[in-house]
């Protein structure tokens, strides 16, 4: 694939990104505008601030963009730069890629992954969340440890990473260790990697750690000042009670509604296998051929098992725990779309197995790539709309004990930008 056809379908995505964003008239989701309720100054050192915190500081500079709008400007400001780093590093990956079939096979599935992500992340769920600020902080990880120059950078980035969610070693921390287990194995200066390892699981976890058990706890007073500034982010003055409740480490009080993730994780449950079984089919068969013919070309097949366990396994976690699916696997397929850039550059093996995979005769592709369009984008604490209708239908078959509705996707309001 040559560069210039790279930028045309990188426009159409983009494009595609911007209608879905007239699509919802420019609403943001609660969950999303409340978490731009917390700074360090007003609340001290807990979790998931860091890019409140910033956006607080625009706001001292800006006093106009402590509104719904300014809070949306801020959200867009951040996905722009999200998706142009992803463009970047994807053109530099191309670059690096010297072989024709390698190169066009490579910006397929790269451009199908960007696609996923960028789409995703400008939906009405997904919209504003920090997952974008971890996602380019990953890609400037994953192009220092390609580069091998400045490698350390990516300790304190995992520190600003945590700081931003807590929960970042079972997101996308994975790529970074999946590729320093992998620097280990091969590289012929091991003990620099080993360090590199070391400190960055003790970058990830000493944060975590302190977040989750030695924060401080809120008063009923700071819960109501964070409910009325949160409101007042939101055009359709939405709040999520919950998501105050947890940074201030309290209850939710009396009096305010408490969002039951238990429900949601019942019709996800449903839902996961119908996904599975339909949208995800073709994404699952790429994997096997992949796998196919890397264990027919290299003999040394543990080093890619562990890269892929590693992914695997340590979202799964969040899988287990938590809710949201849709956006778990956002980062399953960004997760395997960095590993698959670094692959691609620095392992001759992977490289021609990658050519190997995709072939654009191959009808799997075109599958594919009709699936992705119709099921964009992945949602939150639903997986995407088509199986969750599904799901939906399923669970009055049966007749479960909870049927919920989408969340919300009102079409008709125009609140914001467009």
């Not at 790269?110 to 380019?136: A, E, H, P, Q």
Request: glycine share 6%; net charge positive.
């Amino acid at each position: 694939m040559t560069g210039r056809k790279y930028n045309v379908y990188s426009l159409l995505i983009f494009i595609y990104t911007l209608f879905l964003f007239k699509l919802t008239g420019g609403l943001t989701d609660s969950y999303s505008t409340t978490s731009y309720a917390f700074s360090y100054l007003e609340y001290g050192l807990a979790s998931r601030m860091l890019l409140s915190t910033v956006y607080d500081l625009f706001c001292r500079i800006i006093p106009d963009l402590r509104t719904a709008a300014g809070c949306l400007y801020f959200m867009i400001a951040i996905n722009i730069v999200m998706y142009f780093t992803f463009w970047r590093f994807g053109r530099y990956i191309r670059s690096k890629i010297t072989d024709e079939v390698r190169n066009r096979a490579f910006s397929i599935l790269y451009l199908l992954g960007m696609m996923i992500v960028c789409v995703s992340f400008s939906s009405l769920s997904n919209f504003g969340k920090t997952d974008s600020f971890l996602f380019i902080c990953t890609i400037i990880q994953t192009y220092l440890l390609i580069e091998e120059k400045h490698e350390w950078l990516i300790i304190p980035l995992n520190i600003l990473q945590v700081c931003t969610h807590e929960g970042f070693l079972c997101m996308t921390a994975c790529v970074n260790i999946a590729i320093l287990a992998y620097k280990i194995a091969r590289s012929q200066n091991k003990r620099k990697y080993i360090l590199l390892l070391a400190g960055s699981l003790v970058s990830i976890c000493a944060p975590a750690v302190y977040f989750v058990f030695f924060k401080d706890h809120g008063t009923y007073e700071q819960f109501v000042s964070a409910f009325k500034y949160a409101s007042s982010l939101n055009y359709r003055g939405s709040v999520h009670s919950n998501y105050i409740a947890q940074r201030l480490g309290m209850d939710v009080p009396e009096g305010y509604a408490v969002i039951k993730d238990a429900e949601y994780k019942e019709k996800e449950m449903i839902e996961l296998p119908v996904f599975l079984c339909t949208w995800f089919l073709p994404y699952i068969l790429i994997c096997l051929k992949f796998i196919k013919n890397i264990f027919r070309l290299e003999k040394r097949k543990g080093t890619y098992i562990g890269m892929g366990l590693i992914v695997i396994l340590l979202i799964m976690v969040e899988f287990i725990i938590f809710c949201d699916f849709g956006r778990y696997f956002v980062w399953y397929v960004y997760s395997f779309v960095m590993l698959m850039s670094f692959l691609a550059v620095k392992d001759k093996a992977a490289g021609n197995a990658l050519a190997s995979t995709v072939d654009r005769r191959d009808i799997i592709y075109y599958l594919l790539a009709l699936f992705t369009l119709l099921s964009l984008p992945y949602g939150s604490s639903f997986i995407s709309i088509p199986t969750s209708l599904i799901a939906g239908k399923i669970q009055e078959l049966f007749k479960a004990k909870t049927t919920l509705p989408l969340p919300e996707f009102d079409i008709t309001r125009k609140g914001g930008l467009m």
